[in-house]
């Protein structure tokens, strides 16, 4: 009966074959709910189509999902806790906002440069491009804009294999490179790489569960200078330490402030 459903969505909803091909070719029982979810949110997608450019059914990959283990799960729901808590005597909003994160939020952002309309159509956010839950890069952030800091948890995949059982160094690389990018961009608007310094001081076993802790270091003009260290949950291990360099850019870097 559902995957009849699937089929009727798949004939009235050409905006969503890859999810009806899944659905009918695997047919897992355990998906059925993640695509009926889908299913919803690409049909609410077809009454944004008045809004182009902007993407029309965002998935947020920040979500908890079924390949999350218990520890993941665990931690998440700590810090998810403390998005609720607000500022005791202030009453104002809660210092921790648990931020969404979409593979592709805008359709046609190409930085200036000429992409082909295909390029453009099929760019996903490389530590998002997958639709396996699980497989690669799960992992979800936590902004503290008022410390100026941020916690990022992260489930390493099986696909990030580097040293045999082992997470490899340049997915280690990505997930510094996009806590400490998501943390600077957060603080002062869009910003490059520039620089990306890494000691990596203990292997991360893969499948398990690492938190990153980004934090702003300073500002110097354009310049933007963050710290993250990768540890274990308990941060009783220190797997990677960094700093990074980003630079702003675009016409606002001169006029922000962080307070
Ligand atoms: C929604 C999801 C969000 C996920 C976040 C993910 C974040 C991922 C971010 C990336 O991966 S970006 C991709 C990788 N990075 C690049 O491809 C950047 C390539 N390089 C550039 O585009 C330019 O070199 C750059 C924008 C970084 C700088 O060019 P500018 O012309 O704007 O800088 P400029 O040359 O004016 O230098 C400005 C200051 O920065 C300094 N600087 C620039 N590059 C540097 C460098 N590499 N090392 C040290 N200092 C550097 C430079 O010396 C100078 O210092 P002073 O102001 O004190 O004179």
């Given at each position: 009966m559902i995957l009849r459903c699937l089929h009727a969505v798949r004939r009235f909803i050409p905006h969503c074959p890859a999810l009806c091909r899944d659905a009918v070719s695997k047919r897992s029982l355990v998906k059925i709910p993640e695509l009926l979810y889908s299913a919803r949110a690409s049909a609410r997608g077809l009454s944004k189509?008045?809004?182009?450019?902007?993407?029309v059914s965002p998935w947020d990959f920040s979500q908890p999902n079924a390949s999350w283990n218990a520890e993941m799960q665990e931690v998440y729901d700590r810090y998810n806790a403390l998005c609720e808590v607000?500022?005791?005597?202030?009453?104002?909003?809660?210092?921790w906002r648990k931020l969404p994160s979409y593979?592709?939020?805008?359709?046609?952002?190409t930085g200036g440069v000429y992409l082909s309309k295909i390029i453009q159509s099929k760019a996903r956010l490389f530590t998002r491009n997958?639709?396996?839950?699980?497989?690669a890069f799960e992992y979800v952030v936590f902004m503290n804009k008022q410390e100026k800091r941020c916690v990022c948890l992260f489930q390493a995949g099986h696909?990030?294999?580097?040293?045999p059982g082992y997470v490899h160094g340049g997915a280690i690389a990505t997930m510094i490179d996009t806590v400490t990018g998501t943390l600077a961009g957060y603080l002062v608007g869009p910003v490059m790489t520039a620089n990306l310094n890494i000691n990596y001081r203990s292997p991360v076993p893969l499948g398990s569960v690492v938190v990153l802790h980004g934090a702003l270091d300073r500002i110097e003009g354009k310049k933007v200078f963050v710290t993250c260290r990768m540890t274990s949950t308990d941060e009783s291990k220190l797997h990677t330490e960094a700093t990074a360099l980003f630079i702003t850019v675009g016409p606002q870097w001169n006029s922000f402030e962080v307070s």
């Amino acid at each position: 009966m559902i995957l009849r459903c699937l089929h009727a969505v798949r004939r009235f909803i050409p905006h969503c074959p890859a999810l009806c091909r899944d659905a009918v070719s695997k047919r897992s029982l355990v998906k059925i709910p993640e695509l009926l979810y889908s299913a919803r949110a690409s049909a609410r997608g077809l009454s944004k189509m008045s809004l182009w450019p902007f993407s029309v059914s965002p998935w947020d990959f920040s979500q908890p999902n079924a390949s999350w283990n218990a520890e993941m799960q665990e931690v998440y729901d700590r810090y998810n806790a403390l998005c609720e808590v607000k500022a005791e005597e202030t009453e104002k909003k809660p210092p921790w906002r648990k931020l969404p994160s979409y593979n592709r939020s805008l359709k046609y952002v190409t930085g200036g440069v000429y992409l082909s309309k295909i390029i453009q159509s099929k760019a996903r956010l490389f530590t998002r491009n997958l639709k396996e839950h699980g497989a690669a890069f799960e992992y979800v952030v936590f902004m503290n804009k008022q410390e100026k800091r941020c916690v990022c948890l992260f489930q390493a995949g099986h696909l990030l294999e580097g040293p045999p059982g082992y997470v490899h160094g340049g997915a280690i690389a990505t997930m510094i490179d996009t806590v400490t990018g998501t943390l600077a961009g957060y603080l002062v608007g869009p910003v490059m790489t520039a620089n990306l310094n890494i000691n990596y001081r203990s292997p991360v076993p893969l499948g398990s569960v690492v938190v990153l802790h980004g934090a702003l270091d300073r500002i110097e003009g354009k310049k933007v200078f963050v710290t993250c260290r990768m540890t274990s949950t308990d941060e009783s291990k220190l797997h990677t330490e960094a700093t990074a360099l980003f630079i702003t850019v675009g016409p606002q870097w001169n006029s922000f402030e962080v307070s």
